[in-house]
């Protein structure tokens, strides 16, 4: 199940000490995250920027019992991590990898699916309690904190997001990165369901994408809901198109704007505001402020 | 990312995939030697030709001529087509992009005395998240089974029975053939494979007129073998130069190139540009890690566009240091951009110490914090230039 984390929330960083992994155990590290196991495919480590290093996920678990898994691999080791971390019982998985395969990242999704487990990604930023912790690569330290929960595919565009709100003196209550690959494990339903519950979160902004149809799913569920809080949404890429020559029926070309304009309609009609540009995050979610 | 119809059939025939005889020429001579060795007729001669197979899917009938495939009844006569297509450029490739001269044909056995079963399909299903096995049985609608990672047996079952239905075989026969398909598409991890058409000849033996295999360019690497033949799409020069450095790459028609970290920002950051009057030439994102020399390299490829009259390079910090995008762009500056405009907008990560070296360089940036500032300053540049 997904979960809001708090300061408390126990962290392993599988892939510590991988380039990446290392820089960014270091930034959470910096920012109070509670970081209290890693994992390491050089098996002579023992500790790692003060964090106890294990050889496997197994005994990570078992001597220092982490909620959330953080993993940083390349792309054709990820499915073998995420699977180690589902096996050992770990019950949120943050997979940070970009470029994993479609074969291998429906197969995690798969699998956790059937253990139950909450995988965010592949290739989510993960999520970010501001002012308390960071689970993944969030830059939360960038960030103003607030009390605007920010959910979204593409992480530079809700970076850029949380930028802009933080010039009008807005800030975030949590950030969570789903990913920007086509097959997630996680769609924007679970997180804007805990935001809708958190307390300190009063508006909820998410970043689509054109691909895919996780926002009618979002649109359906959010349309259900009794207490709303002012959800805003915006897609990039209205001005692209996809062509494509295809045997037999020539060239096929699927204008974004049409597909973003249906996105637009559903999430509108269930009670979404829709932004308008990249640039008026700040001006549009100021100006909706407890607009219901 | 695709292969030659050749390949894939190669690859079809390894895996015990009942395809026509067959091999590739590349003279008319050899034509004639491959037909006259396959003996009997009629013989179909088709193009090869990178990403694009112009009579997909369709059993050719004899006296066929149209779009660089052939249909014929002697070895002779084979020669004669494989003569009109090799080293030409015929107009029908025009609309694919930058003309290419034929350099291989694909000589196969026509199918005989047949008919048509229909279409088996495995393919990843971005939209719905999974994976689909269609079926499409000739004459009657198509049938869809979706799995998430693994299939059943059970489904195979179903699915190859729905394809044998009115047909004097047993439908274990057409399991195996089933079977064949989908351990391939695993395999490979394959975005799609396609067999299409199934047909079944002189009522006994199915045959695999035609198919696709369509590979994730994520996977690939597991295959290096196939990798000096694979191509994409012919035609789209800088977006395969783009991805062999690692860039993701959307050639546009306008006059503004535009530089990103990530592909939402990218996707953004063109919106705003169309939004405010301005029109893009190109996207190019250099990903999330870029280093001083990869800026050198975007930079280039995206004058290398006809028709650039500005640069806006959008940059969002966070894994990405701004202070190593501004070295980058530094030292590629004076070589490359010589009379265009080069607006950069920095935020993030040292974006201070990035601003601050740009300043402090001399060259004539126009740097920026904000976006839209940035697109607004780009435009006005490009509107003083016309």
Not at chain 2, 69 to 91: G, I, R, Y
Request: with cysteine.
């Amino acid at each position: 199940m997904f979960f809001l984390p708090t300061k408390e929330t126990r962290i392993l960083c599988q892939g510590m000490t991988s380039r990446t992994g290392a820089v960014h155990a270091e930034l959470a590290l910096a920012y109070g995250s509670c970081i209290v196991a890693g994992t390491s495919e050089d098996k002579n480590v023992r500790k790692f920027l003060g964090v106890p290093v294990f050889k496997t996920v197994a005994e990570a678990v078992s001597k220092t019992k982490p909620d959330v898994s953080v993993i940083f691999s390349t792309p054709l080791h990820a499915l073998a991590d995420v699977t180690e971390a589902i096996r050992a019982g770990i019950k949120m998985i943050v997979c940070g990898t970009e470029n994993v395969s479609m074969h291998d990242a429906l197969k995690m999704k798969a699998l956790a699916n059937e253990a139950k487990v909450c995988l965010l990604g592949p290739s989510s930023m993960g999520i970010g309690a501001l002012g308390q912790t960071i689970v993944g690569t969030i830059p939360a330290q960038l960030f103003l904190k607030g009390d605007i929960g920010l959910v979204g595919r593409s992480s530079s565009l809700m970076w850029e997001a949380a930028r802009q709100l933080a010039e009008r003196k807005q800030g975030l209550s949590y950030c969570v990165s789903l990913g920007a690959d086509h097959l997630i494990g996680t769609s924007f339903v679970p997180p804007v369901k805990a935001l809708l519950a958190d307390g300190r979160t009063q508006q909820i902004l998410v970043i689509g994408q054109v691909h895919g149809e996780l926002e009618y799913e979002l649109a359906d569920f959010y349309k259900k809901q009794k207490d709303k809080k002012p959800l805003w949404v915006y897609i990039p890429g209205k001005a692209l198109e996809r062509s494509d020559k295809r045997p037999l029926l020539g060239m096929q070309t699927v204008k974004f704007a049409d597909i973003i304009e249906k996105k637009k309609q559903a999430l509108e009609s269930a009670g979404a505001h829709w932004v308008d540009g990249p640039d008026l995050f700040g001006q549009v979610i100021k100006k909706g402020r407890g607009k219901k | 990312m695709e292969l030659q119809e050749y390949h894939v059939k190669r690859i079809f025939k390894k895996a015990g995939l009942p395809v026509l005889n067959g091999h590739v020429a590349y003279t008319p001579k050899e034509v004639k030697e491959i037909a006259t060795k396959l003996k009997k007729g009629p013989f179909t001669v088709k193009a090869q030709i990178f990403g694009y197979n112009p009579c997909y899917g369709v059993v050719l009938p004899l006296g066929y001529k149209t779009n660089g495939c052939f249909c014929v009844a002697t070895p002779k006569e084979a020669e004669e087509a494989a003569s009109q297509l090799l080293m030409k450029q015929p107009d029908w490739l025009a609309e694919l992009g930058p003309l290419v001269d034929i350099q291989k044909v694909y000589v196969e056995q026509a199918a005989q005395d047949f008919v048509v079963v229909g279409r088996l399909i495995f393919r990843v299903n971005f939209e719905k998240q999974c994976k689909v096995l269609r079926v499409e049985p000739e004459g009657a609608s198509p049938v869809e089974f979706s799995f998430d990672s693994e299939i059943s047996l059970e489904q195979l079952e179903k699915a190859a029975k729905k394809l044998c239905a009115k047909l004097p075989i047993e439908p274990k026969d057409m399991l195996t053939l089933f079977e064949k398909a989908h351990q391939l598409f695993e395999f490979y991890g394959a975005v799609a494979l396609e067999l299409s058409p199934i047909i079944l000849e002189k009522g006994t033996h199915l045959k695999v007129v035609d198919g696709r295999l369509v590979f994730d360019p994520n996977n690939v690497s597991r295959f290096p073998e196939l990798l000096p033949l694979i191509e994409s799409r012919i035609g789209k020069e800088r977006e395969r130069l783009a991805r062999k450095n690692g860039f993701r790459y959307v050639g546009l028609k306008g006059n503004i190139a535009c530089i990103t970290n990530g592909i939402g920002l990218g996707w953004a950051t063109i919106d705003l540009v169309q939004r405010k009057g301005g029109r893009v030439a190109a996207l190019l994102d250099v990903g999330t890690e870029p280093s001083k020399d990869v800026i050198v390299k975007a930079l280039r490829l995206v004058l290398s566009e006809p028709n650039v009259d500005a640069i806006l390079v959008n940059i969002f910090g966070c894994i990405t240091r701004c202070d190593l995008i501004a070295e980058g762009l530094i030292s590629a500056s004076p070589e490359m951009v010589i009379g265009l405009p080069l607006v950069v907008r920095m935020d993030g990560t040292n974006a201070d110490i990035g601003q601050r070296l740009l300043f402090e360089s001399k060259l004539p940036f126009i740097v920026q914090t904000k976006m839209d500032e940035a697109v607004r300053a780009v435009i006005k540049k490009v509107k003083e230039k016309n």
